[in-house]
């Protein structure tokens, strides 16, 4: 079964860094595109950053210049490294696999998630 197991979330200050660590199981890694969600209390889940196959990238417009998505398809693991971090970032994040043909489109194969916190 498909199984995604996020890491490296914790409380930091703003303007500090983390790096988050989804390792994925059960799928032909390398075929799949990848993305990062989070949620903040009383939020919806929203989409920060995909990784396609082919190692097209997008990010949300309030990350972007600030947080980095990569794959490293020999440990089916995909990254999200979080710099500048500021306050707002706080939320939930979690690891998806899914398609991308244009857009991403999640499949219903969702992380434990890890939790960020920042704080001013």
């Known amino acids: 079964q498909v199984q995604l197991v996020e890491s490296g979330g914790g409380l930091v200050q703003a303007g500090e860094s983390l790096r988050l660590s989804c390792k994925a199981s059960g799928i032909i890694f390398s075929a799949k595109a990848m993305a990062w969600y989070r949620q903040a209390p009383r939020n919806q889940r929203d989409l920060v950053a995909f990784i396609t196959s082919g190692r097209i990238t997008k990010y949300t417009d309030s990350v972007k210049g600030r947080f980095t998505i990569s794959r490293d398809n020999a440990k089916n693991t995909v990254y999200l490294q979080m710099d500048n971090l500021q306050p707002e970032d706080t939320a939930v994040y979690y690891c998806?696999?899914?398609?991308?043909?244009?857009?991403?489109?999640?499949?219903?194969?969702w992380g434990q998630g890890t939790q960020v916190t920042v704080s001013s």
């Open positions: 998806n696999v899914g398609s991308y043909s244009g857009t991403y489109y999640p499949l219903a194969y």
